[in-house]
């Protein structure tokens, strides 16, 4: 069977719908962030980390709703894992010791528990992916 056959239309419509979310909703996240981080603005962390959360969970709900699949459930649960896996270089810089100075600028140790803070938001992400693929 080539690959340009029909049968292969819908996989591959799901998968563009899918990045399309997902990618969205990750360029939402890095411009809140990015606003967040504006000197004259002095947003507290706590408040930028619910932003960032809330704008996951109503981008993909928004998406999920707004885009036409059968399966919303596993649209959201796809669009999360990809918000999660493309995020990953925003908590990559979190789980490294940042140096001092440029002087410093060599591969340095993870803080204790990156694994586990990589996994715990990758999860997270999947997980809020879910609950907006249910709702929707």
């Known amino acids: 069977?080539?690959?340009g056959d029909a049968s292969h239309a819908p996989i591959r419509n799901f998968i563009g719908q899918a990045l399309t979310l997902g990618l969205s909703v990750a360029v939402v996240m890095w411009v809140i962030a990015w606003i967040s981080h504006f000197p004259g603005l002095r947003v507290p962390p706590e408040l930028g980390l619910l932003a960032l959360i809330a704008a996951k969970l109503v981008g993909l709900g928004f998406g999920a709703r707004r885009i036409r699949t059968p399966r919303p459930i596993l649209l959201g649960l796809c669009a999360g894992l990809i918000v999660?896996?493309?995020?990953?270089?925003w908590v990559g810089s979190l789980i490294v010791d940042q140096p001092e100075s440029t002087d410093e600028l060599v591969a340095k140790?993870?803080?204790d528990g990156a694994a586990l803070a990589v996994a715990a938001y990758t999860g997270t992400s999947v997980v809020l992916g879910l609950i907006a693929g249910c709702i929707a």
Do not use: A, T, Y
């Not at 999660?84 to 270089?89: E, P, R, S, T």
């Open 84 to 89: 999660g896996l493309v995020n990953l270089k």
């Open 1 to 3: 069977m080539p690959i």
């Open 109 to 111: 140790s993870l803080r």
